[in-house]
């Protein structure tokens, strides 16, 4: 089974500091994304990656950025924390040939970051 | 644009009984749509997918959908609820390319005994 492992479960941090997100999978595939989870609004797509060094903004981008240096590894950073980024954040993975292989994306069980 | 709406945030029923969870779609291209649960504090899990082939489709734990293009509709049941699936269930819908999900505001299932 695909497996994709966000390095921590919860997470505190103050405004202002700078976070790091990591997510991991373990199945070669080429997408990777990051989407935050909030109440009544479903999940919001952040970031994704196509391959290696690629990332492509998604609907929510701002106050975050992105690092894809491995295939497996995809990081998601807040530059400068706020209140209002207090969230669930899921990291999902996908092959690049999903529409052939019939795979659509595999998540991760999530961080859940709060900002004091 | 592609887009979900789910009617209803919060849907309660009563063990036993049918469950039916609705999901409309907007794409201007032939869509692929999904269902997924979250249980609590755990990530997202497929349910099922439509990719154009049969439009009933058949789902894990007895879940079904069927997609009605002239209602553009993806509405998720299961004729006998169990208190397991209580959880929170998401609609969302894809290109052709499946490289992005949109996903609707999610439906949370309540099962009483």
């Known amino acids: 089974d695909v497996k994709v492992t966000q390095s921590s479960r919860y997470l505190v941090k103050r405004t202002g500091e700078k976070v790091f997100l990591e997510c991991v999978q373990d199945?070669?595939?080429?997408?990777m994304f990051w989407y935050r989870q909030d109440p009544g609004l479903g999940l919001r797509l952040i970031y994704f990656s196509y391959d290696v060094k690629m990332k492509e903004k998604g609907d929510i981008p701002e106050g975050y950025s992105v690092s894809r240096e491995k295939k497996e590894r995809f990081s998601l950073i807040l530059e400068s924390a706020s209140t209002n980024q207090t969230s669930m954040y899921l990291c999902?993975?996908?092959?690049?040939?999903?529409?052939?292989?019939?795979?659509?994306?595999?998540f991760g069980d999530g961080t859940r970051l709060s900002i004091l | 644009a592609q887009s979900v709406t789910q009617l209803g945030s919060h849907v309660s029923v009563s063990e036993g009984a049918l469950v039916l969870l609705r999901c409309n779609y907007s794409s201007s291209v032939p869509p692929y749509l999904f269902w997924y649960v979250q249980y609590p504090n755990q990530g997202l899990q497929l349910l099922l997918k439509?990719?154009?082939?049969?439009?009933l489709v058949k789902g894990i734990n007895g879940f079904e959908a069927e997609f009605k293009k002239s209602e553009t509709s993806f509405h998720l049941t299961k004729p006998s609820a169990h208190m397991s699936d209580a959880a929170e269930y998401f609609c969302a819908v894809s290109d052709r390319s499946f490289q992005k999900l949109v996903f609707g505001t999610g439906t949370r299932l309540l099962v009483s005994p």
């Open positions: 199945m070669d595939h080429e997408n």
């Open positions: 999902a993975s996908s092959p690049r040939d999903s529409l052939y292989s019939n795979q659509p994306q595999h």
């Open positions: 439509y990719t154009s082939a049969a439009t």
